[in-house]
């Protein structure tokens, strides 16, 4: 499993969300120059984040983007996911057709166990616990 720069891109901008909440709607532009993304991939990653609820937005004059709760309610494995997709260690874990193998393979409760690990893992660190870490 390797995180692309989407993923990574989309947990920088919350965590640069979360750590200047005083700055209310902060714009597309600001947090683009901060964190040395282009606005136009920033953009696509900001409107999948603001789709599923994780930001909010406003248009116009004093308008940009802000998150929707506390650092604390948000998991790297939720933004992640969204950004992602999804975080399978390998893809017969999520095909839609089930493996032909899948009844006699071998490694198959290894990959299984694995996906829970990674899951657990990211599910139990927040966005405070990233700020917190600095």
């Known amino acids: 499993m390797t995180i692309s720069t989407k993923g990574r891109y989309a947990l920088r ?3 640069d969300l979360a750590e200047h909440p005083s700055e209310g709607y902060i714009p597309l532009q600001v947090i683009a120059e901060r964190q040395e993304i282009s606005k136009e991939y920033l953009g696509t990653i900001l409107k999948v984040l ?3 609820g994780l930001l909010r937005s ?5 308008g940009g983007y802000r998150l929707s709760a ?3 309610e948000y998991t790297v494995g939720e933004i992640l ?8 260690p390998v893809p017969c874990l999520t095909q839609k057709e089930p493996c032909p193998r899948r009844d006699r393979c071998p490694s198959l409760p290894m990959w299984q166990k694995l996906d829970r690990l990674i899951g657990d893992f990211l599910g139990s660190v927040t966005l405070r616990d990233l700020m917190e870490n600095e």
């Open 58 to 62: 406003l248009r116009g004059k004093g």
């Open 81 to 88: 996911r969204l950004a992602e997709g999804d975080l399978a």
């Open 50 to 52: 603001v789709e599923h």
């Open 13 to 15: 901008v919350m965590i």
């Open 70 to 72: 506390p650092p604390e």
